[in-house]
């Protein structure tokens, strides 16, 4: 099979192109490494699901076709526009998370970012390189090719996926997905090969707050924490179908840019407009990424007392997020059927009250100390090269100060990622985590520059495919 036969020559051209910004650094020659394994393709061989981090899925609008995420200009929306703002916020009101839908759907991963800057268009690489190092080791997608391998592309699959929403639906979405590509799978093994019966078993990539969604689908299948939001029973659901599990700048103990988002909103670069904080404080995933109050704390200088950021009363009482009087003129952009401004502002209070709840139930029940069950491994990217904040204060005007810093990858902290919970001032030696890591290995790269890092492609392809089962 063509796809089955890729050359040396392809993998190394393809490795050259998409690593190809890191030529300060000494290349592997993953071509020359893994283009025996790469072009052998059996039953034996696990596909692989991709899985973006936040922001890293496109987001369209089937009603109108505009783009809500991943490309700006023209058509696109502005968040700073009253109709690009509802476009990009999630309807608020009494009703479940699940039950608060729109029309915006996941279209695909984001390869690339599409602007325009004075009228030229100018493109931003995204998942670019991990899609392409995919492509080096064989593992083919039809919505990303760097080289044309025709029609075997049954070996990938990207999960996209509306990172607005809650991740506890989103998890469900995926154990979903998962059967659905098994099945998938099993039918072209018997049409390839004539094989039936053999078990499929997929390896997964997930970046960011995409390694967060898969946990909880591994633990609990599609279960949902309970009524007061303790975790659900601990089944490993997820993973009857799943063998290795890659983790890239996961948040595993949560971030400081979500706090500061839900306060102060979100601009992706300075020519790009802001992301209101209110039209950010109706996405539950947002809440789901909060800082560990184990890993990562808020302390008020008036008190010197660390703050719980997971209680509504503290949002209320400092008037963050959906609580601040200064998000009236946006409230009444995203609640237009509402007349009332105080009855507005209740509504976006009980929708924070909602995701900080969700949130709280979420990192509940991913800290669940626990053992890996038989055939799952867990291996871990991590970023500790670039200072990244560690504390934060609350100063007397109220405004948030950075405080300390400590080894990261400028989103997520080195502790984070691992889960280690303990404390500058503790005695312990070896790192303090509930989660059982199989491998962890480090990159002096940034949050997006860790898809991109040769030692990471080297170390991808080689679990995915060298690495035994």
Not at 329 to 338: K, N
Not at 359 to 376: D, V, Y
Request: with cysteine; proline share 7%; glycine share 10%.
């Amino acid at each position: 099979m063509r796809a089955n036969r890729i050359g040396a020559y392809w993998v190394g051209a393809l490795a050259a192109l998409v690593l190809g910004g890191c030529a300060s650094v000494p290349m592997p020659d993953l071509g020359g490494i893994y283009s025996r394994s790469a072009s052998h393709h059996t039953p034996e061989t696990n596909p692989v699901i991709v899985i973006p981090g936040i922001l890293g899925s496109r987001l369209e609008d089937s009603a109108s076709g505009r783009i809500v995420w991943g490309a700006f200009g023209g058509g696109s929306a502005n968040p700073g526009r009253t109709d690009g703002a509802r476009l990009v916020a999630l309807p608020m009101g009494d009703a479940r998370f699940a039950d608060l839908r729109d029309e915006v759907k996941a279209t695909g991963a984001l390869d690339s970012v599409r602007l325009r800057v004075l009228g030229l268009p100018v493109n931003l690489t995204a998942y670019a390189a991990l899609l392409g190092t995919l492509g080096v080791g064989g593992y083919l997608d039809a919505s990303f090719r760097k080289v044309d391998y025709g029609s075997e592309h049954f070996t990938c699959f990207q999960f996209a996926y509306d990172w607005r929403r809650d991740n506890i639906e989103n998890a469900r979405r995926l154990f979903d997905f998962i059967e659905e590509k098994r099945r998938a799978v099993e039918a072209e093994n018997l049409r390839r090969f004539g094989r039936s019966g053999a078990p499929v078993r997929f390896d997964i990539v997930a970046h960011s707050m995409g390694g967060l969604l898969t946990r909880y689908m591994l633990m609990y299948g599609k279960a949902e924490p309970g009524p007061n939001g303790e975790p659900p029973a601990l089944t490993w659901a997820g993973a009857r179908n799943v063998n290795k599990v890659l983790l890239v700048g996961t948040p595993n103990g949560g971030s400081f840019e979500a706090l500061k988002q839900l306060i102060g909103g979100y601009r992706p670069a300075s020519i790009l407009p802001l992301y209101p904080a209110a039209v950010l404080g109706t996405m539950p995933s947002v809440y789901q990424v909060l800082p560990d109050s184990e890993i990562q704390t808020v302390v008020d200088e008036k008190t010197g007392q660390r703050i719980d950021y997971l209680d509504p009363s503290e949002w209320e009482h400092r008037g963050w997020g959906l609580a601040s009087a200064s998000s009236a003129p946006v409230l009444a952009e995203l609640i237009p059927d509402e007349p009332d401004p105080a009855r507005r502002a209740a509504i976006a209070t009980s929708h924070l009250r909602k995701g900080l709840a969700r949130g709280r139930a979420f990192r509940a029940a991913l800290k669940r100390p626990h053992q890996l069950p038989a055939g799952l491994q867990l291996h871990l990217y991590v970023g500790d090269g670039v200072p990244t904040v560690s504390a934060i204060s609350i100063a007397r005007d109220g405004a948030l100060r950075d405080n300390t810093y400590a080894p990261g990858d400028g989103v997520v902290l080195r502790s984070s990622a691992l889960f280690d919970t303990r404390r500058a001032n503790q005695q312990q030696l070896t790192i303090r985590t509930p989660i059982p890591w199989t491998s962890a290995t480090f990159l002096q790269r940034d949050h997006i520059g860790l898809t991109k890092d040769p030692t990471f492609a080297d170390n991808m392809l080689y679990q995915l495919l060298l690495a035994p089962k």
